[in-house]
């Protein structure tokens, strides 16, 4: 008789090797022309999807706080000076305070670019250091597309140095991000920070990619989508 596991159907590897995204997944909506409904139902989708996150405009804090149970699985993450960080240090910080009085659990903070290319490192790590202080986790937003490389490597610096403990590829306003963003990101850190890959994250192939680069977080609005295409093993 034939040996019955011979007869079994065989599963492609690409389906049984697939991580669960879910759990990396900071589930996205910044575009400032969408209201209340869209934001519940923001909420909504990361519950029932157990996404890592929801990410949104301090703006609509309170309204996600309501929706999302406090020490709940699904974190309430807020931007800081988002989307260009061209504003100054006060205003930052007091926007950090903001967010964290509205019931943020973590806060995706744009640092002082302009700062940064006059070559003043201790204005961009007072500028986090600010932040950090507060005690909620930061994840910095490097937008690596249009930071040279040595520039790029200062920042992880001074961004480790100030206490954040994700690196953030971008912002979404600019080219898709690479799993070899990702790499570059995870060599510059050496274990001493996460990355969360964001912008253009458009489909599940790209999302694996990332995470295989090394992402632990992935910041998208296409969540949905890709815990559908992953669930249909497209």
């Given at each position: 008789m034939a040996d019955s596991a011979s007869?079994?159907?065989?599963?492609?590897?690409?389906?049984?090797?697939?991580?669960?995204?879910?759990?990396?997944?900071?589930?996205?909506?910044?575009?400032?022309?969408?209201?209340?409904?869209?934001?519940?139902?923001?909420?909504?989708?990361?519950?029932?999807?157990?996404?890592?996150?929801?990410?949104?405009?301090?703006?609509?804090?309170?309204?996600?706080?309501?929706?999302?149970?406090?020490?709940?699985?699904?974190?309430?993450?807020?931007?800081?000076?988002?989307?260009?960080?061209?504003?100054?240090?006060?205003?930052?910080?007091?926007?950090a305070e903001w967010a964290a009085a509205a019931g943020a659990d973590e806060l995706d903070v744009v640092p002082d670019f302009g700062a940064l290319a006059d070559g003043d490192g201790t204005a961009v790590l007072d500028d986090l250091a600010a932040i950090t202080d507060l005690g909620l986790p930061v994840k910095v937003i490097l937008e690596m597309g249009r930071l040279d490389p040595e520039a790029l490597e200062l920042l992880v610096e001074i961004s480790i140095d100030a206490g954040v403990r994700h690196l953030k590829t971008g912002s979404g306003f600019g080219p898709?991000?690479?799993?070899?963003?990702?790499?570059?990101?995870?060599?510059?850190?050496?274990?001493?920070?996460?990355?969360?890959?964001?912008?253009?994250?458009?489909?599940?192939?790209?999302?694996?990619?990332?995470?295989?680069?090394?992402?632990?977080?992935?910041?998208?609005?296409?969540?949905v989508a890709l815990m559908q295409a992953l669930r249909a093993g497209a």
């Open positions: 007869s079994r159907p065989v599963t492609p590897e690409r389906e049984t090797d697939r991580p669960d995204l879910a759990p990396l997944i900071d589930h996205a909506l910044l575009d400032p022309h969408r209201g209340r409904e869209a934001i519940l139902r923001c909420c909504d989708e990361a519950r029932h999807f157990g996404f890592a996150g929801v990410c949104l405009a301090s703006r609509w804090l309170p309204v996600a706080r309501e929706r999302l149970p406090v020490d709940g699985t699904v974190k309430l993450v807020a931007v800081v000076g988002f989307p260009f960080g061209a504003i100054p240090a006060a205003i930052k910080r007091a926007e898709p991000v690479t799993p070899e963003q990702v790499g570059r990101l995870v060599a510059l850190a050496r274990g001493r920070a996460a990355v969360k890959a964001a912008g253009g994250i458009a489909d599940l192939d790209q999302a694996l990619a990332l995470v295989a680069a090394g992402a632990g977080r992935l910041g998208t609005s296409r969540g």
